[in-house]
């Protein structure tokens, strides 16, 4: 009797996609699939709270300090969701370690970078105002929904 040999079986071509090392058997003590996650949705994201901006919901236009913040950050990363709060800024970001280390470092290191922008000078309809970011504190939170 003919039989078709199946070449790829296990769970590992279904959960691991980006694994390309064959099929992974209980007996293999060296299969770790908690160690290889696959994020099927992009690349691995690191996730920042820009907080004590207070006003910041009002800073949303063209030019405003949400894009300039942006704009600062994307020289090291890029954003890959964003959401401004009452009084802060939550992002996403890849790569991993773009700003410099684990995630504390990187904390540090965006906290730097949004302090050194000091009071940016907007103008909107002709009228030019300050938004100050040097009360700015960034942590590393990890993924959070947003309050509603």
């Not at 699939?33 to 063209?62: D, K, R, S």
């Not at 103008?123 to 929904?145: H, I, P, R």
């Amino acid at each position: 009797m003919a039989s078709i040999p199946l070449v790829s079986g296990g769970s590992q071509p279904v959960f691991s996609i980006d694994t390309l090392n064959g099929p992974q058997l209980a007996a293999n003590v060296a299969y770790t699939p908690a160690g290889t996650p696959t994020n099927f949705a992009g690349p691995a994201l690191e996730f920042y709270q820009l907080g004590n901006l207070v006003g910041i919901q009002n800073q949303a236009q063209v030019n405003g300090a949400v894009q300039v913040i942006d704009q600062t950050l994307q020289q090291f990363c890029t954003i890959a969701i964003q959401q401004v709060n009452t009084d802060s800024i939550s992002i996403a970001t890849y790569p991993l370690g773009a700003f410099g280390g684990n995630a504390t470092v990187s904390a540090a290191a965006i906290d730097a970078l949004v302090t050194a922008l000091g009071n940016i000078q907007i103008t909107n309809g002709g009228v030019t105002t300050g938004f100050s970011t040097t009360g700015v504190a960034v942590t590393a939170l990890g993924f959070k929904l947003a309050a509603s």
